[in-house]
Antibody, heavy 121, light 108 residues
Framework: EVQLVESGGGSVQPGGSLRLSCSASGFTFSSYWMSWVRQAPGKGLEWVANIKQDGSEKNYVDSVKGRFTISRDNAKNSLYLQMNSLRAEDTAVYYC??????????????WGQGTLVTVSS | EIVLTQSPGTLSLSPGERATLSCRAS???????LAWHQQKPGQAPRLLMYGTTSRATGIPDRFSGSGSGTDFTLTVSRLEPEDSAVYYC?????????FGQGTKVEIK
């Protein structure tokens, strides 16, 4: 059974930093692209970042470029999101998600339960 | 980026009724790379449909998808109480991936 468990959320002041983690199990982590998606309170979903199996390719939504860094440790079956220069608008539940790749498309196929990040003074 | 607009915002129906959810894109979605995700209260989203018409693993056949280009539809043929959720369409053909704002389905 695919399991994705996020951790590391919490409250932080504007301008601060936070590192989210996602522990994966039930599949060969090193064989999959992975993603972070967020959901602001009472709002819809927003894709944040993707990372390739070996970490050699990373993609970000414009609003987090230069502030957030996605990374992974395949030996630990873990995905990370380093968030710097946090803003109030970054307040959201952050979901870790697995990406199924067919060769010519990528698809979010499994999601974790999420971890809440609150940016407030 | 591709903007997805879902309608209606909320759908209130009785068990056994048919639900029709719409998702309209601001530009054509590449190769029908359109997915639907279901999110129940307090739970993580779950992949429901992909490639416009394909059901994800374990999704019952009362769920079906259709459409192409800029207009897509998710249909639930006979609503059951457990279908109460918010449904999001998502395009994965162009970067950045984008989601619709969601349609809430309430079961009377």
């Amino acid at each position: 059974e695919v399991q994705l468990v996020e951790s590391g959320g919490g409250s932080v002041q504007p301008g601060g930093s936070l590192r989210l983690s996602c522990s994966a199990s039930g599949f060969t982590f090193s064989s999959y692209w992975m993603s972070w998606v967020r959901q602001a309170p009472g709002k819809g979903l927003e894709w944040v970042a993707n990372i390739k199996q070996d970490g050699s390719e990373k993609n970000y939504v414009d609003s987090v470029k230069g502030r957030f860094t996605i990374s992974r440790d395949n030996a630990k079956n873990s995905l990370y999101l380093q968030m710097n220069s946090l803003r109030a608008e970054d307040t959201a539940v952050y979901y870790c998600a697995r990406i199924y790749s067919s060769g010519y498309y990528h698809l979010l196929d499994y999601w974790g339960q999420g971890t809440l990040v609150t940016v407030s003074s | 980026e591709i903007v997805l607009t879902q309608s209606p915002g909320t759908l209130s129906l009785s068990p056994g009724e048919r639900a029709t959810l719409s998702c309209r894109a601001s530009q054509s979605v590449s190769s029908s790379f359109l997915a639907w995700h279901q999110q129940k209260p307090g739970q993580a989203p779950r992949l429901l449909m992909y490639g416009t018409t394909s059901r994800a693993t374990g999704i019952p056949d009362r769920f079906s998808g259709s459409g192409s280009g800029t207009d897509f539809t998710l249909t639930v043929s006979r609503l059951e109480p457990e279908d109460s959720a918010v449904y999001y369409c998502q395009q994965y053909g162009d970067s950045p991936w984008t989601f619709g704002q969601g349609t809430k389905v309430e079961i009377k």
